[in-house]
């Protein structure tokens, strides 16, 4: 079982930076690969980006590429999402989960998940 908390989400302005951070509970954290997904309002949710349990592999949606970096720290249980260079696209609810699997790019792929924070980015 492992349970995830988000923050440090926000209201920024286009251009800024901000950094999620989602802390898990659990001594399994490192075997599992973790993602953030987003959901803006009216939108299905979307894979933003993942990380492998050892934290040497990632992978990005194309969106974010180049703009965000996820990145974790077994030793704290804790996986971070680096947002950057921000725009008003990037506005939703952002949710980071927990995969057993690597490479997931689909919220059915991910057995747990947090209950999100919220990132808006205004014009």
């Known amino acids: 079982q492992v349970q995830l908390v988000e923050s440090g989400g926000g209201l920024v302005q286009a251009g800024a930076s901000l950094r999620l951070s989602c802390a898990a509970s659990g001594r399994t954290f490192s075997s599992y690969a973790m993602g953030w997904f987003r959901q803006a309002p009216g939108k299905e949710r979307e894979f933003v980006a993942t990380i492998k349990w050892s934290g040497g592999n990632t992978y990005y949606a194309d969106s974010v590429q180049g703009r965000f970096t996820i990145s974790r720290d077994n030793g704290k249980n804790t996986v971070y999402l680096q947002m950057t260079s921000l725009k008003p696209e990037d506005t939703a609810v952002y949710y980071c989960?927990?995969?057993?699997?690597?490479?997931?790019?689909?919220?059915?792929?991910?057995?747990?998940w947090g209950q999100g924070t919220q990132v808006t980015v205004s014009s």
């Open positions: 989960a927990a995969s057993q699997r690597w490479l997931g790019l689909r919220d059915s792929e991910y057995e747990y």
